[in-house]
């Protein structure tokens, strides 16, 4: 860690320390202090035990003037350094040994720790879980520190706790693990739950007696010397209760992509029941966490860890990076976290780590088959991303086998994915030159607007009046001009009178053709880039108002678009957000379009749902946003009424002194009067009352939308898959088309990506839509959301 | 939070002191060390992956009006924009090694160079050839260097 670095990292962690810092001049030491104590156990030319003592005693002779201060570093870095947890609980030995009392001040103040920590539920910060499964999953994690101790000191009550974990474990409702898996198949790694895998893991720790090769304990050079100190009795602990706004951890799955196989020489990787596999494996987990902020520190201290050199590194880390992209239902952080990590990885290890990374996507790549479909988006997603910083440069060749397989294998779904997005970043004569022609099949088509009013079309309804519309915007004619012109093609007019008069027309609710002339007048006028729409739907917002007057004019207006930028998927997703933005459109519109015959066919394609996840985002953010608004007002009206209750108190002490004392009537009546005045008025109070109504009617709406939304989503799911079922059966054709298994997919993705709202509306679901009657197919991704939320 | 950096907006109307507040809130980033012909969609691209954003304001030759190397980005959030400064800030963008730095938000002509030729004042006086930028900087173009010129008209097409 640079210093600088390290002085933030504490400081983070304790506020108190920046202000007393700068009021004296104790501050060099204090930081001198800090530096050492951060530091030890880092890379050294002497051995960590020399350097252990050696800080001992600089400490012992500090800590009469620097005790708390001491003391609370130490805290502070035994809670945010876990990968030197040995080496700080072998100094708060020596230090004990050295002053009985610090040994003591420690234990109380780390418990507290704990306990603050435990209250406020960050658990491993945000590690979370089901409270059971949760105090197993810590008492496990610790065995690998403290089951020697145990198994020698304490047996009997140890070989109890391990056998009511093992009945425990093997009692546990698995059905959410299929929602967890990145793949479908335990070939060639299995994917076993995360409990399950560390309970494995320990008991094959315990048949080896207790033995593990990757922690490293100095205490055990300073035997004698703790052996002789006094011990402290730890103080009983009780952990918090249970809060109903507690989350635990959810539940995981392993997530392994390399085994001693994959990697060609150094020391081979641990089996995936070794213990190791999950300290090093945890340890990775925790820097991540640690420095998220800094991806060029994070990079620099996963290349550090002091197991590094026992095990595969570079492979154990690309693995764990993987595992936490892939993370079902999401990630902790943000992806391009991640993908930045492996880019400053690269570049750190220019000779070895770009390999890895490599192989790793060759995996993924003969993996796709079956890969959960969420995830082959995130790899698209971290791939395109990948190679946007590499020149692109990637061995093409040895993939253009892939067409062998047909068009719609997994491989050809992924690479048109891959080259889209790969265009999004560069354009579309750059991939021409750089994709070998055999996969150029496979390449987008040239993005172009597509007007449909555009003279080489011929006369089509409502042409002329998209001219005269085109002329009058680049003459600058007003709204109202314009307004005009627009009106001169008839409300009931829909472009279809001439091609079909016999045929029935349906009757709309909204002036069809109307609506199409506007549409494409402004997609036109916009169609230079995303400024360029955004400020031609702004300026035309008024009149596009007039005319999308509801649902079903929305839907149009979105199939319209869906015409205009079918070459351009990413101009669609911008154009809708800021559609459903400026309220034009409404998120529930946007989802049954998604679901309409115009889009259906395109579920396969990974642009379809970056709009479903964008729109029901959107919602939810909109909803989160008034719920902290009604929040904010409530506390403001609290303290307005906590403040009227003052004045009503002080007043009616006011006057009945008044009554007392005539006298100086005069004088309290004045001191009445501006009380009455300084405290908030009657008025005021009335205004806060008012703004609160308001504002918990706007949560209730926006909570009812979404709501309602959720259920529009779900009850399109279960047609879609209904009558995709119903119809194969009626043909007597397969199923299991690619198509069903996508869509299977994403209604699973939907409901467990949002478990947090959706679970709001559980029992709606359950009675109103995943009722018993359902395709067991459907109704096995909710059930497993359910097994998830439990 | 990603700490500040040391530049600040010379031109900025207000006091030292509002502008750092401004900064430490702002959901908006000033990017540089763009192409010319770097376009929206692919600035869209790339940072939408820190957040949403809420609009992306090319940077332009205020007399020719073309691109000129530099943009702001906007998010809805100050942590979305925080995102992108920990994770995007000095990795490429259309093969270039981009910077980022807060911004105290869009304000009305700030999007046009301001250097005497129209581009950015570094492209002034560069004396490095940067094909990517218009070749060499301006004063350098005058003693007869060969010139590359920017790109046509809009900045959509390539």
């Known amino acids: 860690m640079s210093r600088e670095k390290r002085k933030i990292f504490i400081e983070d962690n304790d506020g108190r320390a920046r202000k007393r810092r700068r009021t004296s001049e104790v501050v060099d030491i204090e930081d001198r202090l800090e530096s050492l104590i951060t530091r030890v156990g880092e890379k050294s030319t002497s051995s960590l035990e020399s350097n252990l003592e050696g800080l001992a005693s600089v400490l012992e002779a500090d800590l009469p003037n620097y005790k708390e201060r001491i003391l609370k570093i130490i805290c502070t870095c035994a809670s945010n350094l876990p990968e030197k947890i040995t080496v700080y609980s072998t100094l708060v030995g020596l230090l004990n040994a050295k002053n009985y009392s610090c040994g003591e001040e420690f234990l109380d103040m780390i418990l507290e720790n704990l306990k603050d920590v435990l209250v406020a539920a960050q658990f491993d910060r945000a590690r979370l879980m089901v409270r059971s499964d949760w105090f197993v999953y810590t008492i496990l994690s610790s065995l690998p520190w403290a089951g020697k101790e145990l198994s020698d000191k304490k047996s009997q009550e140890f070989d109890q706790l391990l056998s009511t974990i093992e009945s425990y474990t093997s009692q ?55 052996g002789d100190a006094l011990e402290h009795t730890l103080p009983s602990f009780t952990v918090p209760p249970h809060k109903d706004c507690t989350v635990y951890p959810l539940p995981s799955v392993v997530y392994r992509m390399f085994d001693y196989t994959d990697v060609p020489e150094g020391p081979s990787m641990p089996g995936a029941h070794a213990i190791e596999r999950y300290l090093v494996e945890e340890t990775i987990r925790r820097t991540l966490h640690a420095h998220f902020k800094d991806r060029k520190e994070c990079a620099n201290q996963l290349l550090n860890l002091p197991g590094n050199s026992k095990v595969p590194a570079n492979y154990c880390i690309i693995e764990v990076l993987f595992s936490e992209m892939f993370r079902l239902p999401n990630p902790h952080h943000v992806q391009i976290f991640y993908g930045s990590l492996i880019i400053e990885l690269c570049k750190s290890q220019p000779n070895t780590m770009p390999g890895v990374v490599a192989q790793a996507t060759e995996l993924l790549y003969e993996r796709l088959d079956s890969m959960n479909v969420t995830c082959v988006q995130r790899f698209v997603h971290w791939f395109s991303y990948h190679l946007s910083n590499f020149q692109f440069k990637w061995g093409w060749d040895e993939w253009v086998s892939a067409v062998d397989g047909g068009s719609d294998s997994s491989q050809c779904v992924f690479l048109r994915e891959l ?35 555009a003279t080489e079309q011929g006369e089509i309804p409502g042409a002329d009046v998209a001219e005269q519309l085109l002329e009058a915007v680049r003459a600058k004619k007003d709204m109202d001009d314009l307004q005009a012109i627009l009106n001169t093609v008839p409300a009931n007019a829909t472009g279809q009178e ?32 995303f400024s360029h729409s955004f400020s031609a739907v702004t300026k035309f ?152 109504d308001e504002l918990t009617e706007k949560l209730e709406n926006a909570e009812r939308a979404q709501k309602q939304l959720f259920l529009i989503v779900f009850q399109r799911f279960i047609m879609i898959l209904t009558e995709h079922i119903v119809r194969a059966e009626q043909q007597q054709v397969d199923v299991d088309t690619q198509w069903f298994k996508y869509t299977t997919e994403r209604l699973r993705e939907v409901l467990i990506t949002n478990h947090e709202q959706v679970t709001k509306y559980l029992s709606s679901l359950e009675t109103l839509l995943f009722t018993a009657d359902l395709d067991s197919r459907i109704l096995s991704p909710f059930n497993q959301f359910k097994a998830l939320s439990l | ?129 940067d094909p990517g930028r218009g070749g060499y900087g301006k004063k350098a173009q005058q003693t007869n260097q060969p010139v590359i010129t920017g790109p046509a008209v809009t900045y959509s097409k390539r």
């Open chain 1, 541 to 692: 917002h008024k009149l596009l108002k007039n005319i999308i007057v509801n649902e079903e004019a929305q839907i149009h207006c979105l199939k319209i678009v869906n015409e205009f930028w079918s070459t351009h998927p990413q101009f669609m997703l911008v154009l809708i957000d800021k559609l459903v933005r400026m309220q034009l459109i409404d998120c529930s519109a946007v989802v049954n379009w998604l679901f309409s015959k115009d889009v259906k066919d395109n579920f396969t394609k990974l642009y379809v749902w970056e709009i479903m996840t964008s729109t029901l985002k959107k919602m939810i953010k909109h909803t989160n946003k008034v719920t902290g608004e009604v929040q904010e007002a409530k506390e403001k009206f609290a303290k307005l009424e906590e403040k009227t209750k003052k004045q009503v108190t002080f007043v009616s002490f006011l006057i009945q002194s008044q009554r007392m004392k005539t006298q100086i009537s005069q004088m309290v009546e004045e001191t009445i009067g501006e009380a009455k005045t300084g405290f908030p008025s009657g008025e005021l109070i009335e205004k806060q009352q008012k703004e609160l």
């Open chain 2, 1 to 129: 939070m990603a700490e500040l950096s040391a530049y600040r907006d010379q031109h900025f109307r207000g006091t030292r002191d509002e502008l750092e507040r401004k900064l430490e809130s702002s959901a908006t980033l000033y990017v540089g060390n763009l192409s010319f012909f770097t376009t929206e969609e692919q600035i869209q691209e790339l940072f939408s992956r820190a957040g949403d954003l809420k609009k992306i304001i090319m940077g332009l030759d205020k007399i020719k009006k073309v691109p000129c190397g530099f943009c702001f980005v906007e998010y809805f959030s100050h942590e979305d924009a925080q995102n992108a400064m920990w994770y995007i800030n000095g990795t490429r963008l259309d093969d270039r090694i981009i910077r980022t730095d807060w911004d105290a938000g869009f304000v009305e002509g700030r999007q046009f160079g301001r250097g005497r030729s129209g581009g950015q004042v570094r492209d002034e006086y560069r004396s490095d050839y």
């Open chain 1, 498 to 529: 001439d091609l079909n008069q016999d045929v029935h027309m349906i009757d709309h609710t909204f002036p069809l053709l109307r609506l199409e002339v506007l549409m494409h007048v402004v997609l036109k006028v916009g169609s230079k880039s």
């Open chain 1, 172 to 226: 546990r409702n698995k059905n959410h693990i299929p929602a967890l898996r990145v793949w479908s198949t335990d070939e060639p790694h299995p994917q076993e739950e995360c409990l399950d895998c560390l309970w494995a893991q320990v008991k094959k720790l315990k048949s080896d007696n207790w033995q593990e090769k990757h922690i490293r304990r100095p205490y055990l050079a300073f035997d004698d010397v703790l």
């Open chain 1, 419 to 453: 080259f889209e997005r790969m265009r999004r970043s560069s354009y579309h004569q750059f991939l021409v030159e750089i994709i070998p022609e055999g996969l150029h099949c496979l390449l987008p088509i040239v993005p172009a607007p597509n007007y449909r009013f």
